[in-house]
């Protein structure tokens, strides 16, 4: 999926899900927000890789793209991590984290949860700035206006 879409997609979550924890909303959405393009560090042509070259590259030469950045042992050890040192805003950085890999599940390319062990490669039917996440995109945002209003 493209930066946008998961930007969407973190967002509209974000906003069901804030209410139900004690956290600063504003805070929670801004780190949902942001984490949600996380786990493309692997790329070093995705937005976030273009702004961390100097890490970006070596984790593409070392992991590839979708591989162990994708998956969710990372998501539950740096949540852990995040946990540690920040309590409770954890829940907001891993959910942003999950809603990308959902995201990523529903593109053809799909995603290997479980990396790097067996495979459990979860495959959808939409194309990476195809059509159908277009559409996906604006059905989000179209919600998310509907929640703020």
């Known amino acids: 999926m493209l930066a946008r879409t998961h930007l969407a997609f973190a967002l509209l979550i974000g906003l069901l899900t804030f209410s139900y924890f004690n956290l600063n909303p504003i805070l929670f959405i801004i780190i949902m927000s942001l984490t949600s393009f996380l786990p493309d560090i692997d790329h070093p042509k995705s937005k976030i890789g273009r702004k961390i070259k ?54 053809v390319q799909g995603v290997n949860f479980i990396y790097p062990f067996k495979e459990l490669r979860v495959k959808g039917f939409i194309t990476t700035g195809g059509v159908l996440e277009n559409i996906l995109f604006f059905v989000f945002i179209l919600l998310i206006i509907l929640i703020l209003l």
């Open 54 to 107: 100097i890490l970006s590259y070596p984790i593409n030469f070392v992991f590839g793209h979708r591989g162990f950045f994708h998956s969710i042992f990372v998501a539950f050890g740096l949540s852990f991590a995040i946990w540690y040192f920040f309590g409770n805003y954890y829940i907001p950085f891993f959910i942003g984290f999950v809603s990308h890999l959902i995201g990523d599940a529903l593109t």
